[in-house]
T-cell receptor, first 114, second 110 residues
Framework: KAGVTQTPRYLIKTRGQQVTLSCSPI?????VSWYQQTPGQGLQFLFE???????NKGNFPGRFSGRQFSNSRSEMNVSTLELGDSALYLC?????????????FGSGTQLSVL | QKEVEQNSGPLSVPEGAIASLNCTYS??????FFWYRQYSGKSPELIMS????GDKEDGRFTAQLNKASQYVSLLIRDSQPSDSATYLC??????????FGKGTSLLVTP
């Protein structure tokens, strides 16, 4: 069974640009969550989608957005990039029939903003 | 602000010893608690979950939960060099979201 797939693996952008990251969950998983990981702040929750609906959102500015498609694949978008957006962006999928379901993480997208 | 606190380490233990990792959390309403392991350059993977007070054992790992003290711990018995990683404590936050600590770096020396 294939794991969580994130593309691209690495991205380099400049300030002010926008970026779209993609995540394909494990087959059968309907929940996709996004987390930002930085050395200073650790792992921080961005948002969670289930059946194309956002069920929860973390404390990030509106420049961070996401969506989920009918096949459970998800994208997140960051507009007007800032230097502080440089981070590893991790996607996780789960069955999410309850809030305590196990998360399976992808390998992440390493975003560098210059 | 709901907080999850962990000592950053590094925690260094000799091979074969017991490693003890600790975590405190601020939200008294939290019901689900997790320990994830993250090797350098890799993504986190779940190693233990615990939902009720007391101990839960899985192989060499034991998770301990004390909701009254808002404290979660992970014990690793017979530590191996392959256990060297960062251990992340995570607490369920408002449903379908996890609040992670910044992690404790564990180094097991041969």
């Amino acid at each position: 069974k294939a794991g969580v797939t994130q593309t691209p693996r690495y991205l380099i952008k400049t300030r002010g640009q926008q970026v779209t990251l993609s995540c394909s969950p494990i087959s059968g998983h309907r929940s996709v969550s996004w987390y930002q990981q930085t050395p200073g702040q650790g792992l921080q929750f961005l948002f969670e989608y289930f059946s194309e609906t956002q069920r929860n959102k973390g404390n990030f500015p509106g420049r961070f957005s996401g969506r989920q498609f009918s096949n459970s694949r998800s994208e997140m978008n960051v507009s007007t990039l800032e230097l502080g957006d440089s981070a590893l962006y991790l996607c996780a999928s789960s069955l999410a029939t309850t809030p305590a379901e196990k998360l399976f993480f992808g390998s992440g997208t390493q975003l560098s903003v210059l | 602000q709901k907080e999850v606190e962990q000592n950053s380490g590094p925690l260094s233990v000799p091979e074969g010893a017991i490693a003890s990792l600790n975590c405190t959390y601020s939200d008294r309403g939290s019901q689900s608690f997790f320990w994830y392991r993250q090797y350098s350059g890799k993504s986190p993977e779940l190693i233990m979950s615990i939902y009720s007070n007391g101990d839960k054992e899985d192989g060499r790992f034991t998770a301990q939960l004390n909701k009254a003290s808002q404290y979660v711990s992970l014990l690793i018995r017979d530590s191996q060099p392959s256990d060297s990683a960062t251990y992340l404590c995570a607490v369920e936050n408002s449903g379908y979201a996890l609040n992670f600590g910044k992690g404790t770096s564990l180094l097991v020396t041969p």
